[in-house]
């Protein structure tokens, strides 16, 4: 009885086979640790893999920058001294983050990217 091989098989026999014919040692990165991101850990799990893809690929979806923009006004949040100027931040802050729920809700719900 013939049995088709489940994806993850064909990746890991494609993997094999790549490593055997040295092509994955001229990767860039190959057997270097993978560097400690910000923005992969501020990345919902779900999403992490295909966001690297497309990075990977030079392509970044609009996600991946709205996240960069929580990041920096998280830290100007936290670095700022200036009451007023704070409260003018985290109001900025709050407003992209229920900017980027809507934006995920929206694709759990129609499940794609």
Known sequence: MFRMATL???????????????????????????????????????????????????FAPPEVLLFQERGQLATAVRECSDDAQREVLQRQLSELEQKIALRLESLRTHSQL
């Open 8 to 58: 993850d098989e064909e990746i890991a026999r494609h993997l094999r086979e790549a490593a055997a014919a040295g092509e994955l040692s001229k990767a860039e990165g190959y057997g270097k640790p993978e560097e400690l991101d910000w923005a992969w850990d501020a990345t919902p799990a779900a999403l992490r893999m295909p966001f690297k893809v497309l990075k990977d690929a030079g």
